[in-house]
């Protein structure tokens, strides 16, 4: 399994950002994904999540208007467009998979909301 992020940057307050995750090694399609984040001197926390299909999706209370999920399986790529950011979405942005009760993780890239 390989799942590798792209897309952080630094960003001023109100803007936007699209990450992805471009994944290898699995069938991609077969799995819901995750994104997680973890600021500096917090625990790793959920920030959203997608079915097989991107039917269903699901969001932290934190980003629920602002943050979007969604996924191309013919791409093996899922995505998360971050609107209206804040000084406080500040972290790293982590990929996730859960596969027979083992997380697997990205290196992460890292999103900085600052003026």
């Known amino acids: 399994v390989q799942l590798v992020e792209s897309g952080g940057g630094l960003v001023q307050p109100g803007g936007s950002l699209r990450l992805s995750c471009t994944a290898s090694g699995f069938t991609f399609s077969s799995y819901n994904m995750n994104w997680y984040r973890q600021a500096p001197g917090k625990e790793r926390e959920l920030v959203a999540g997608i079915t097989t299909g991107g039917s269903s999706t699901w969001y932290a209370d934190s980003v629920k208007g602002r943050f979007t999920i969604s996924r191309d399986n013919a791409k093996n790529t899922v995505y998360l467009q971050t609107n209206s950011l804040k000084p406080e979405d500040t972290a790293i942005y982590y990929c996730?998979?859960?596969?027979?009760?083992?997380?697997?993780w990205g290196v992460g890239t890292l999103v900085t909301v600052s003026s």
């Open positions: 996730n998979l859960r596969r027979s009760g083992v997380n697997y």
